[in-house]
T-cell receptor, first 117, second 114 residues
Framework: GAVVSQHPSWVICKSGTSVKIECRSLDFQATTMFWYRQFPKQSLMLMAT?????????EQGVEKDKFLINHASLTLSTLTVTSAHPEDSSFYIC?????????????FGSGTRLTVV | DAKTTQPPSMDCAEGRAANLPCNHS???????VYWYRQIHSQGPQYIIHGLKNNETNEMASLIITEDRKSSTLILPHATLRDTAVYYC???????????????FGQGTILTVHP
């Protein structure tokens, strides 16, 4: 089955620094990847949709200059949290869409726990 | 995409069937019903999806009403490892302008008791 690898699984960084999170589709090509953020006891909130070779589409209220998304290949998308602050501490999850027959399946990574101190 | 309504929490005894309802009364003809679950501190896991026919796989069964305004996810023999948040999501077919994104609601916290 489709597997999505997300790395790192957890990271601690100092306030003001940048952190990069990688999302890889291991056994399929993902033309579209999605990035979510989840705060404690809340549901997943979609941040952006990234299509290979084009600029990401950000959801309303998400700062595109703070959350940089790159989807340079069909198997890799990265999310960089720039100038991180404690309020950016959250669980970040990526998802990749793969074609299955006439429809698409969605596979999620295991998530990255970001703590900004 | 159509909005879904789920009970915030449910309990189930281990070994019994867990029936999780979902209301999607504004669903349109080309929208699929997806079910995912999320175990604490992990990414969501796909369970099942369907359009209008009932579906079954190794994990669960999905029963969709004839008018498609509601559905029920059935875990036939719940185990302690099925304790998780279950999300019912409705989305357009892949060709929709929303790029087929999945929008999560609050889900149902299912707790399976020994």
């Amino acid at each position: 089955g489709a597997v999505v690898s997300q790395h790192p699984s957890w990271v601690i960084c100092k306030s003001g620094t940048s952190v990069k999170i990688e999302c890889r589709s291991l056994d399929f090509q993902a033309t579209t990847m999605f990035w979510y953020r989840q705060f404690p006891k809340q549901s997943l909130m979609l941040m952006a949709t990234s299509n290979e070779g084009s600029k990401a589409t950000y959801e309303q209220g998400v700062e595109k200059d703070k959350f940089l998304i790159n989807h340079a290949s069909l198997t890799l998308s990265t999310l960089t949290v720039t100038s991180a602050h404690p309020e950016d501490s959250s669980f970040y999850i990526c998802s990749a869409r793969a074609r299955q027959g006439y429809d698409y399946g969605y596979t999620f990574g295991s998530g990255t726990r970001l703590t900004v101190v | 995409d159509a909005k879904t309504t789920q009970p915030p929490s449910m309990d189930c005894a281990e070994g019994r069937a867990a029936n999780l309802p979902c209301n999607h009364s504004t669903i349109s003809g080309n929208e699929y019903v997806y079910w995912y679950r999320q175990i604490h501190s992990q990414g969501p896991q796909y369970i099942i999806h369907g359009l209008k026919n009932n579906e079954t796989n190794e994990m669960a069964s999905l029963i969709i009403t004839e008018d498609r305004k509601s559905s029920t996810l059935i875990l036939p023999h719940a185990t302690l490892r099925d304790t998780a948040v279950y999300y019912c999501i409705v989305r357009h077919y892949a060709g929709g302008t929303s790029y087929g994104k999945l929008t999560f609601g609050q889900g149902t916290i299912l707790t399976v008791h020994p």
